[in-house]
């Protein structure tokens, strides 16, 4: 797939339920929407009428287009397009990492389309660069894709000692016919995260004064192992976001959803079923 303008009324969705209140999840970098398959199925319950779920795949990444330049603005503006050619809403808009910083953009720049907010492990600030993530990139950049035989030979080549970071990093690789490709945009990635401090994607583009806070009730979960939200992020997130209340996850990582789902599927159902504002 050649990188090209997004176009905003594209992006690969999946959809659980039939009935109930819209809700949106975006994933994380080098995710897709399907990671939140087992909250979202949750959620809908055996009926699916428990809420009508729909997991996005963010542009570059999974079966979405791709993009020439990484914008979380561009990205938002996606996102919305593609939520209201579904539902005019409002969403709830659930966001992991990556995907956090996108529903923060959503909710601040398109408030009429969000409901309420849930970030999970992420904070509205620049990380300053993408260096942990670069061994990963490295390690997808050395895999030959047009020597692999099947996935097997794929998962065997690959030096990545975690088995779940393995696991999460392989299901970007797909099989066309006889050749192997990634579904995320590795290039650009690498490209975004060669520029050190500057990288977009470790930035966060709007600053509190820049904007109207965002008048939506927000749950920030993050999790009690993960370095990703620190205690001085929180003067931000208020700025932000001032109806915000965080919910920190015991023993669990950045991959809190995956970690501890049924704390996160609790969560989600309160506030599913809060009493409107």
Not at 53 to 72: E, N
Not at 81 to 109: E, F, N, Q, Y
Request: glycine share 8%.
């Amino acid at each position: 797939m050649s990188a090209a303008a997004v176009d905003p009324g594209q992006l690969h969705t999946l959809s659980v339920g039939t009935a109930g209140p819209r809700v949106a999840f975006l994933h994380g970098l080098f995710g897709q929407g399907r990671n939140w398959s087992t909250i979202a199925k949750a959620l809908a319950g055996p009926d699916g009428t428990g809420a009508r779920c729909t997991l996005v795949d963010l542009p570059d990444h999974g079966r979405s287009p791709w993009s020439a330049q990484f914008s979380y603005m561009a990205y938002a503006v996606s996102v919305a397009s593609t939520l209201r050619a579904i539902d005019p809403g409002p969403w709830v808009v659930v966001g992991h990492s990556l995907g956090g910083k996108v529903a923060m953009v959503l909710a601040l720049t398109d408030p009429a389309l969000v409901s309420r907010l849930v970030v999970v492990d992420i904070a509205p600030k620049s990380y300053g660069n993408l260096t942990r993530f670069t061994r990963y990139m490295q390690e997808m950049k050395r895999l030959p894709l047009d020597e692999l035989r099947d996935r097997a030979d794929a998962e065997a080549r690959f030096e990545e000692p975690d088995p779940g970071v393995k696991a999460f990093l392989l299901q970007n690789l797909r099989r066309e016919g006889s050749s192997w490709r990634w579904q995320a945009n590795l290039d650009l990635f690498v490209a975004d995260a060669a520029r050190g401090q500057e990288s977009a994607i470790a930035d966060f583009p709007i600053a509190p004064a820049a904007v109207e806070p965002y008048a939506g009730p927000v749950l920030w979960i993050a999790g009690g192992e993960s370095r990703y939200i620190k205690e001085g992020d929180g003067p931000t997130m208020r700025a932000l976001f001032p109806r915000v209340r965080q919910l920190t996850v015991k023993g669990a990582s950045h991959w809190v959803h995956s970690e501890a789902p049924q704390v996160v599927i609790e969560a989600l159902r309160r506030v599913l079923t809060a009493t409107p504002a």
